[in-house]
């Protein structure tokens, strides 16, 4: 279940425990168990409150000795950031940070935290990350909307972390905590005749959405452009545009699970929930 504070304001707090990831997984037509889910809200202004954010999630939930996925975004960077002066200060130590990203590793190693690479056999304790936008009620997720300044899609490994993470946490503003949805999904897709993949997401979803070849540099358009983005697993990304509203975002997973070549794709659902004390409201 999902309590949402009557406050006007702007900040969204979610803490969840996955269980495992339900992760997995054109032609352009012209046309466990739950328990509950603390969702705060702060009345300062949106980086204010992705600041204030950051820092509660690493009072409350990252303990010394731990492993800790280091998420992606404004709101990871300034966690990553207030995390080394944690550790500086002896806060916390023997902490092991494990970035989803070049970006969260340059962070990382800016302020001073220790890292490791991921690894399939390494267990991590927490992770914390940015998400474009949570499903009201459901509290599904949709990630890698946005390729990093500089990087591929780290729409693989971001998920591969958060997958391996006992506990994560969602850092979002109020817009992005929303019951009608709509925009884009990514999609991670085998290179190979992914034409034929492409044409068979465009199937699933016809009327309601397009299927754009992500470019690596230029202009976006439905086939990639001149360079089409190429992962460096050799993968290319879809992004499945809404043009009508998303009815569920499980049944979008579920869809693209079911299709041939699709490698991962950026939503995350299906997780056991637990309840995280909100942070003192302003």
Known sequence: MASLASSSSSIN??????????????????RGKTSSIS???SSLADASALLQAAHYTVDTCIKSGMVIGL?????????????????????????????????SASEAAKAGVPMDKYQDCLQIDFAFDDADII???????????????????????????LNAAKKLA??????QYKGDLDGSIP???????WMQTAEEIDDLFLGDA?????????????????????????????DVI??????????????????????????ICKFPLVFLPPYAQQ
């Open 13 to 30: 707090f979610l803490v969840h425990v996955p269980a495992a990831f339900n992760g997995i997984g054109t032609k352009r037509r012209s």
């Open 39 to 41: 969702v705060t809200h």
């Open 210 to 238: 397009e299927v754009w070849r992500r470019s690596s540099i230029g202009q976006a358009s439905p086939l990639g452009g001149d360079f089409p983005l190429v992962t460096r697993e050799g993968h290319n990304v879809l």
């Open 170 to 175: 969602f850092m979002i503003t109020q817009s």
């Open 71 to 103: 998420g992606s975004g404004h709101a990871s960077g300034m966690a990553i950031q207030y995390l080394g002066r944690q550790l500086r200060a002896g806060v916390l130590e023997d902490i092991v940070g494990v970035p989803t990203s070049v970006a």
């Open 242 to 267: 809404f043009t009508s509203p998303i009815p569920s975002l499980a049944e979008v997973a579920e869809s693209l699970d079911k299709v041939n070549g699709v490698v991962d794709h950026g939503v």
């Open 135 to 161: 499903e009201e009620g459901t509290l599904s997720a949709i990630i890698g909307r946005q390729r990093p300044k500089d990087e591929e899609s780290i729409l693989l490994q971001q998920k591969s972390i």
């Open 187 to 193: 999609v991670l897709i085998q290179s190979l005749n």
